[in-house]
T-cell receptor, first 115, second 117 residues
Framework: GNSVTQMEGPVTLSEEAFLTINCTYT??????LFWYVQYPGEGLQLLLK?????DKGSNKGFEATYRKETTSFHLEKGSVQVSDSAVYFC??????????????FGSGTQLTVLP | GAGVSQTPSNKVTEKGKYVELRCDPI?????LYWYRQSLGQGPEFLIY????????DSGLPNDRFFAVRPEGSVSTLKIQRTERGDSAVYLC???????????????FGPGTRLTVL
């Protein structure tokens, strides 16, 4: 079946530090890949996505590149801010999900950015 | 425009009781999903609607769980004879009609936190 493995948290960084959150996946066929973010007290929000190999998704200074050869979709940001503190989820949808194309999520990585 | 809304935001019930959780998707979104998120975990798929019919209910954990979407818009997730293990945040998501079959961006509501005592 499909699965997503995320870097264990929690992650604590100082403001302006470089961020990497690792994500690898297992899927049948060619999945679409997503990063969702959950800010404190809020619902899940789509952060960025990539639908085919070598695509780069980007938003709000975050980037992730769809690497088929390493089955990875690592999230990066060059300089984090306190406002980036949240839980980050890597997710995929795959043809093997059937018509539903439901999302399969990783377990989430808690990021805390200190001033 | 309005996002996905879910009511109630919190629900506390006793073991054995029946509960209903409501989801109001984004207007025009034909697909609707229910997920369950346990503490410290990512959301897990429960059921998918395309229009009024449940096109995939493979994620429902057992027959105590049931969901409907009678008019193709609002959906209700129903849980009978609740158990303490049902305590979780129940998330609803909707997505627009697909132009690209490989594309499926889902928009999530804020969730209903269910606590079974």
């Amino acid at each position: 079946g499909n699965s997503v493995t995320q870097m264990e948290g929690p992650v604590t960084l100082s403001e302006e530090a470089f961020l990497t959150i690792n994500c690898t996946y297992t899927a049948t066929g060619y999945p679409s890949l997503f990063w969702y973010v959950q800010y404190p007290g809020e619902g899940l929000q789509l952060l960025l996505k990539a639908t085919k190999a070598d695509d780069k998704g980007s938003n709000k200074g975050f980037e992730a590149t769809y690497r088929k050869e390493t089955t990875s979709f690592h999230l990066e940001k060059g300089s984090v801010q306190v406002s980036d503190s949240a839980v980050y989820f890597c997710a995929l949808t795959a043809p093997s999900s059937g018509s539903a194309r439901q999302l399969t999520f990783g377990s989430g990585t808690q990021l805390t950015v200190l001033p | 425009g309005a996002g996905v809304s879910q009511t109630p935001s919190n629900k506390v019930t006793e073991k054995g009781k029946y509960v209903e959780l409501r989801c109001d998707p984004i207007s025009g979104h034909t697909a609707l999903y229910w997920y369950r998120q346990s503490l410290g975990q990512g959301p897990e798929f429960l059921i998918y609607f395309q229009g009024t019919g449940a096109a995939d209910d493979s994620g429902l954990p057992n027959d105590r769980f049931f969901a409907v979407r009678p008019e193709g818009s609002v959906s209700t997730l129903k849980i009978q004879r609740t158990e303490r293990g049902d305590s979780a945040v129940y998330l609803c998501a909707s997505s627009p009609p697909r132009v690209d079959p490989w594309e499926n961006t889902q928009y999530f509501g804020p969730g209903t936190r269910l606590t079974v005592l």
